[in-house]
């Protein structure tokens, strides 16, 4: 199986660092629209198999149908301190972490993404101090 991440509602700002940072250790798609109830059915069979992280903005509603639709699911990484747009109870009834940006502080796109990647590797390898909201 293929490790999937997929990064919901990508911004401008976004686009730029990842053209700037290449992370080859991920199979990493970029996708402009938010993640909710619509636009769930724009993804394919492939990406619901293989999906084991997303990566969401406050734009995006998850709720646990959509989450139940990612068959590998084992990490949602927010780009915001905010978490009141997914169905966290589902997360964590179904072991599926939940990680935030920590602080808001360096409100900068390049921190939110680095933090998000350091979450996200530290989770899948294993690490030992994840949040998990």
Not at 20 to 38: A, G, R
Not at 57 to 85: H, W
């Amino acid at each position: 199986m293929a490790c999937r991440v997929l990064f919901f509602d990508l911004t401008p700002e976004e686009k730029l660092y990842f053209n700037n940072n290449k992370h080859d250790y991920f199979n990493i798609e970029f996708l402009e629209t938010s993640l909710n109830s619509e636009t769930i059915n724009c993804l394919r069979d492939n990406d619901f198999e293989n999906t084991i992280m997303i990566s969401i903005r406050p734009s995006s509603n998850v709720t646990s149908e959509i989450i139940s639709r990612f068959k590998n699911l084992r990490l949602i990484a927010l780009r915001s301190q905010e978490y009141n747009f997914i169905d966290w109870r589902y997360c964590l009834n179904h072991n599926i972490a939940v990680i935030n940006v920590e602080t808001l502080s360096q409100n900068s796109v390049d921190y939110i993404l680095k933090e998000s990647f350091a979450g996200m590797t530290s989770f899948l390898c294993g690490g030992k101090d994840n949040r998990v909201v």
